[in-house]
């Protein structure tokens, strides 16, 4: 992305927020002061260091504002950017702008939701469209059924590739301790599950959590001063392609195309590079096209590339190794978490799921109805 | 100029006597669908109205399994006019409605007064 110097933010403290199913009467507002707690001890600064917010939440129409009211701090930069669970990748890349022209120091981006606690009815106020909202279509997970039929039909993906993403994220998922979801999954079961929308089951969709987090992001000098190491953003990058699915250029080909490019140029660096990738799967299909699109595999083999626990813990490419949003946590907005997982890994403090030598992560945030992009390529001090 | 008629509007009128409209984009050369006060192609604001033929094929489908009640069809239908929308694919079961189905478009009127909207049936074999 023009403008941003490689490696010349980082994040340099990660936060998860209560997640899953948190106590009664918490709102999406308390779950981000917790994760901004959390995060700040995480690399020592305190609130008063923050001058820099951004947030997105779907339960809080003013968000940033409701936040700097909570925390009691009056930012010099703020932003609440909303573009679904991609907003925290640009969220990244905006606060790197705004630490490089000095308007801010230190940023913490948040969010929070408890759409599980409050339902999800209440937690999204419903749209009309009035070109979709007659046909009835069970938003999101229709529109993304409609785009998994277009890459069944021109290369022939099966169902069995589709569950072969869930069980992956499974297997990732039980080897992380606060993932939600704690039982064995098989293709079968994904196949045998609920219908929703053809080809989706249950399983083939994200889960319902409550859930939240902060990360603090702040410049690569300041960032060798602080508790853990930084890990440095190396490149970011963008795309909005359509906000419905009946407007979608290319059902088989997403916005992840030009993010990942841009991302990738920022950095100086390819897919062969990267270690360990967080894709944002909201549906199973999701992973398929993100691993195309952001080149691990070419257009149309993705489905072929996922089977056979290729992507799982014993495969040859870690993806979503907290378990995803299919089996970790899925809070509505779930591209924070993205980031969290990634830093995570950098730092090599993810346990029982730590990708060995891991120097380069991709964390896809996805928005929408596979409409806004966003592409963000971490490394650590090796990389820069 | 204020606008008279909003582009939904305009729509909605063609549906009420059978009719599916589009816009076609004099700059672009191209449909533009849904409906709208410039042409995103160009940005220009000669938007001409069209009347569709109605027919087209199938794009993409899902069949949706609502908690309560049958399934159902949603589905994208390429206009042969070269615009895309969404609609319902009926008088066939959902999961039989295949990509690349040439169908045919009528107007569903709704009972308790909400608007019409397209559907599409499938066309007989030639």
Same mark, same amino acid.
């Given at each position: 992305?023009?403008?941003?110097?490689?490696?010349?933010?980082?994040?340099?403290?990660?936060?998860?927020?209560?997640?899953?199913?948190?106590?009664?009467?918490?709102?999406?507002?308390?779950?981000?002061?917790?994760?901004?707690?959390?995060?700040?001890?995480?690399?020592?600064?305190?609130?008063?260091?923050?001058?820099?917010?951004?947030?997105?939440?779907?339960?809080?129409?003013?968000?940033?504002?409701?936040?700097?009211?909570?925390?009691?701090?009056?930012?010099?930069?703020?932003?609440?950017?909303?573009?679904?669970?991609?907003? @925290?990748?640009?969220?990244?890349?905006?606060?790197?702008?705004? +630490?490089?022209?000095?308007?801010?120091?230190?940023?913490?981006?948040?969010?929070?939701?408890?759409?599980?606690?409050?339902?999800?009815?209440?937690?999204?106020?419903?749209?009309?469209?009035?070109?979709?909202?007659?046909?009835?279509? @069970?938003?999101?997970?229709?529109?993304?059924?409609?785009?998994?039929?277009?890459h069944?039909?021109?290369f022939?993906t099966?169902?069995?590739q589709?569950?072969?993403?869930?069980?992956?994220?499974?297997?990732?998922?039980?080897?992380?301790?606060?993932?939600?979801?704690?039982?064995?999954?098989?293709?079968?079961?994904?196949?045998?599950?609920?219908?929703?929308?053809?080809?989706?089951?249950?399983?083939?969709?994200?889960?319902?959590?409550?859930?939240?987090?902060?990360?603090?992001?702040?410049?690569?000098?300041?960032?060798?001063?602080?508790?853990?190491?930084?890990?440095?953003?190396?490149?970011?990058?963008?795309?909005?392609?359509?906000?419905?699915?009946?407007?979608?250029?290319?059902?088989?080909?997403?916005?992840?195309?030009?993010?990942?490019?841009?991302?990738?140029?920022?950095?100086?660096?390819?897919?062969?590079?990267?270690?360990?990738?967080?894709?944002?799967?909201?549906?199973?299909?999701?992973t398929i096209l @993100?691993l195309e699109?952001?080149?691990f595999c070419?257009k149309g083999e993705g489905g072929a590339f996922v089977?056979?626990?290729? +992507?799982?813990?014993?495969?040859?490419?870690?993806?979503?190794?907290?378990?995803?949003?299919?089996?970790?946590?899925?809070?509505?907005?779930?591209?924070?978490?993205?980031?969290?997982?990634?830093?995570?890994?950098?730092?090599?403090?993810?346990?029982?799921?730590?990708?060995?030598?891991?120097?380069?992560?991709?964390?896809?945030?996805?928005?929408?109805?596979?409409?806004?992009?966003?592409?963000?390529?971490?490394?650590?001090?090796?990389?820069? | 100029?204020? +606008?008279?008629?909003?582009?939904?509007?305009?729509?909605?009128?063609?549906?009420?006597?059978?009719?599916?409209?589009?816009?076609?984009?004099?700059?672009?050369?191209?449909?533009? @669908?849904?409906?709208?006060?410039?042409?995103?192609?160009?940005?220009?604001?000669?938007?001409?109205?069209?009347?569709?033929?109605?027919?087209?094929?199938?794009?993409?489908?899902?069949?949706?399994?609502?908690?309560?009640?049958?399934?159902?069809?949603?589905?994208?239908?390429?206009?042969?006019?070269?615009?895309?929308?969404?609609?319902?694919?009926?008088?066939?079961?959902?999961?039989?409605?295949?990509?690349?189905?040439?169908?045919?478009?009528?107007?569903?009127?709704?009972?308790?007064?909400?608007?019409?909207?397209?559907?599409?049936?499938?066309?007989?074999?030639?």
């Amino acid at each position: 992305m023009d403008g941003l110097v490689r490696g010349g933010a980082a994040v340099v403290g990660v936060a998860e927020s209560d997640l899953g199913q948190v106590a009664q009467g918490l709102s999406p507002i308390d779950l981000m002061a917790q994760g901004i707690d959390r995060a700040l001890a995480d690399c020592g600064l305190a609130l008063k260091d923050v001058d820099g917010l951004f947030c997105a939440a779907t339960q809080s129409r003013l968000s940033v504002l409701a936040l700097s009211e909570y925390l009691g701090i009056d930012p010099s930069f703020l932003g609440s950017t909303i573009v679904g669970g991609s907003s @925290f990748e640009y969220h990244v890349a905006h606060a790197m702008v705004a +630490i490089a022209a000095g308007l801010c120091q230190v940023a913490v981006i948040a969010y929070g939701s408890t759409q599980r606690s409050v339902g999800r009815r209440q937690a999204s106020a419903r749209e009309i469209n009035p070109y979709e909202t007659p046909f009835k279509p @069970f938003l999101p997970a229709s529109a993304y059924a409609l785009a998994a039929s277009r890459h069944m039909h021109e290369f022939g993906t099966t169902r069995e590739q589709l569950a072969a993403v869930a069980v992956a994220a499974r297997d990732w998922a039980l080897l992380n301790p606060v993932a939600w979801e704690k039982t064995p999954l098989t293709i079968a079961d994904v196949l045998a599950a609920r219908m929703v929308s053809y080809p989706f089951t249950v399983r083939d969709c994200c889960l319902v959590t409550d859930g939240g987090g902060a990360i603090v992001v702040t410049s690569a000098e300041r960032a060798r001063s602080l508790k853990k190491p930084p890990v440095y953003v190396l490149g970011c990058g963008q795309s909005v392609t359509h906000a419905s699915i009946s407007s979608m250029p290319d059902l088989t080909v997403t916005g992840a195309l030009k993010s990942g490019r841009t991302a990738y140029e920022m950095a100086g660096l390819g897919p062969v590079d990267v270690d360990v990738a967080e894709l944002y799967d909201a549906f199973t299909i999701n992973t398929i096209l @993100f691993l195309e699109d952001l080149g691990f595999c070419k257009k149309g083999e993705g489905g072929a590339f996922v089977a056979g626990g290729r +992507i799982g813990p014993k495969g040859s490419l870690a993806v979503n190794t907290n378990g995803g949003g299919l089996s970790y946590c899925h809070p509505g907005m779930y591209g924070l978490l993205l980031l969290i997982e990634a830093v995570r890994q950098l730092r090599g403090e993810c346990g029982a799921r730590q990708v060995e030598g891991c120097d380069v992560a991709i964390a896809h945030g996805n928005g929408g109805v596979l409409s806004s992009q966003a592409t963000v390529i971490l490394g650590t001090q090796a990389t820069v | 100029m204020a +606008i008279e008629k909003s582009p939904l509007q305009i729509y909605l009128e063609h549906l009420e006597r059978g009719e599916l409209a589009y816009q076609f984009s004099l700059d672009a050369g191209r449909p533009v @669908f849904f409906p709208r006060v410039l042409c995103p192609f160009t940005g220009s604001t000669r938007l001409e109205w069209r009347i569709s033929s109605g027919q087209g094929s199938v794009h993409a489908t899902t069949t949706v399994h609502p908690p309560e009640g049958p399934p159902y069809n949603v589905a994208l239908i390429d206009c042969d006019e070269g615009f895309r929308l969404m609609s319902r694919v009926v008088d066939v079961a959902p999961e039989l409605v295949g990509i690349g189905m040439r169908v045919s478009m009528r107007v569903h009127r709704p009972c308790g007064g909400d608007a019409p909207y397209p559907v599409f049936a499938p066309m007989e074999r030639a």
